[in-house]
């Protein structure tokens, strides 16, 4: 059995590549001021503290057995649960993706969210995100942990316009007219700046969009299972001794 310093620095190199995230990014996400001790992490120079190896179970889903290499189960109903108090938790003391927001805006985020799932995610009795019944009949695990990444990295905004792209491509309306529809989406929810807001980028386009589709997966997708970021295939490519990196390494 590998050491838990070798397993952890590769399922941390399997985790970030799958979900497109570079070195800076993730950085960013744990507030380092430099992606250097990532680095150090995924070559084993260093060891996270208990404090960062807890976010990253909660922000991917995964166990921390799994993480450490004493289990072979990457994802738990317990990890699961406890990265989607981790969000709820986050959204709930004023701080989505990292950013202090007032109390109008984390209310719209999260009836963005109801609205797009049909409830399926959560409802909003009492903004609880603790009742998740519908959750488990509705979505995997492995989606569930999808679900728990993008949710981080997706703004309201980029929700908004995703949600109008997938929309309007279902009716077959005119793209150039989605900027305009986001901006009365956004212009509806209390302080947010609708005019302000422009297109995402083609990273945050994608993630955006895969947001949207995960939450509506019931509704759009023959199979509503399958994850998007599919880390348990790039486990089973190595158990298979083939290469996991046929995704581009994230630098």
Known sequence: ?????????????????????????????????????????????????????IFLTNFFGVSLEWLLGRSSDIYTENSIYLGEIAVYTEINDDHINGQEV????????????????????????????????????????????????????????????????????????????????????????????????KAPGKKTRERAINLVKLLMSSEIDEDPKMPIYDVEAVCHQIEQGTNPWDFKIQK
Do not use: Q
């Open 1 to 53: 059995m590998k050491n838990y310093k070798e397993s952890f620095s590769m399922k941390l190199k399997i985790l970030r590549n799958t979900y497109g995230l570079s070195l800076a990014e993730l950085a960013k996400i744990l507030n380092m001021n430099t992606r250097g001790s990532l680095y150090d992490w995924e070559n084993k120079r260093s060891f996270p503290s208990m404090e960062n190896l």
């Open 102 to 197: 007032g109390k109008c805006y984390r209310a719209d985020f999260l009836k963005a969210i109801k609205h797009i799932s049909g409830k399926k995610y959560f409802d909003l009795d009492g903004l609880n995100i603790t009742n998740y019944s519908s959750r488990i009949k509705y979505y995997s695990l492995p989606v569930r942990a999808n679900l728990l990444v993008l949710l981080r990295l997706v703004p309201l905004g980029d929700l908004y316009w995703a949600h109008r792209i997938i929309i309007c491509d279902k009716y077959s309306k005119n793209k150039r007219d989605i900027l305009n529809l986001t901006k009365e989406d956004l212009r509806s929810a209390i302080g947010i700046k609708a005019e302000n807001y």
